[in-house]
T-cell receptor, first 116, second 110 residues
Framework: DSGVTQTPKHLITATGQRVTLRCSPR?????VYWYQQSLDQGLQFLIQ???????AKGNILERFSAQQFPDLHSELNLSSLELGDSALYFC???????????????FGPGTRLTVL | GQNIDQPTEMTATEGAIVQINCTYQ??????LFWYQQHAGEAPTFLSY??LDGLEEKGRFSSFLSRSKGYSYLLLKELQMKDSASYLC???????????WGAGTKLIIKP
């Protein structure tokens, strides 16, 4: 158990809908990262927040947005869902923002999103 | 550009040793990480290298050569539970983000 929690574990929805995924980082961690992993694909970095502020953006679609709240939990909002958005969505957390170099990301169990 | 290369798939025998290679070309270098990921589960942290040489942790060891842009993960006394994907990730020093390899799927046969 990494200490990172994600809800829900599974989500089934229809095309065109909107969903919200939630992540609580490990106690003491200030950074939250969101990743997408499609079936048999690598991890795709979406976005990072550090202490409430957006720190880095990866290949995140305009239909997707995220935020980190004052209590440091984070939410990833996915809207106008398409079949291709079906994937595992992981949240990871780390103490710092990538510095020092030893700053290690610990992953939550993921949310499996199925768009029908 | 930034690139990390790992073999897509490897097969090894229970009880044997396997070496998974990772080569990288990144904007600067600020550390290399190895993660293990079982199918459908979260990646879990295995090792971190920032200086050249070998880091040993039980059955797993990780090696780094910064001049060659090369790392490997060595798994000894393979067990069936080691069947998983192994992800190599490099931290660049331009924005401190991790750049992820596509992962190596390791299949262990009895």
């Amino acid at each position: 158990d990494s200490g990172v929690t994600q809800t829900p574990k599974h989500l089934i929805t229809a095309t065109g809908q909107r969903v919200t995924l939630r992540c609580s980082p490990r106690s003491g961690d200030l950074s939250v990262y969101w990743y997408q992993q499609s079936l048999d694909q690598g991890l795709q970095f979406l976005i990072q927040y550090y202490n409430g502020e957006e720190r880095a953006k990866g290949n995140i679609l305009e239909r997707f947005s995220a935020q980190q709240f004052p209590d440091l939990h984070s939410e990833l909002n996915l809207s106008s869902l398409e079949l291709g958005d079906s994937a595992l969505y992981f949240c990871a957390s780390s103490v710092e923002e990538g510095r020092p170099s030893t700053d290690t990301q610990y992953f939550g169990p993921g949310t499996r999103l199925t768009v029908l | 550009g930034q690139n990390i290369d790992q073999p897509t798939e490897m097969t090894a025998t229970e009880g044997a040793i396997v070496q998974i290679n990772c080569t990288y070309q990144t904007s600067g270098f600020n550390g290399l990480f190895w993660y293990q990921q079982h199918a459908g589960e979260a990646p879990t942290f295995l090792s971190y290298n920032v200086l050249d040489g070998l880091e040993e942790k039980g059955r797993f060891s990780s090696f780094l050569s910064r001049s060659k842009g090369y790392s490997y993960l060595l798994l000894k006394e393979l067990q069936m539970k080691d069947s998983a994907s192994y992800l190599c990730a490099v931290r660049s020093d331009s924005n401190y983000q991790l750049i992820w390899g596509a992962g190596t799927k390791l299949i262990i046969k009895p």
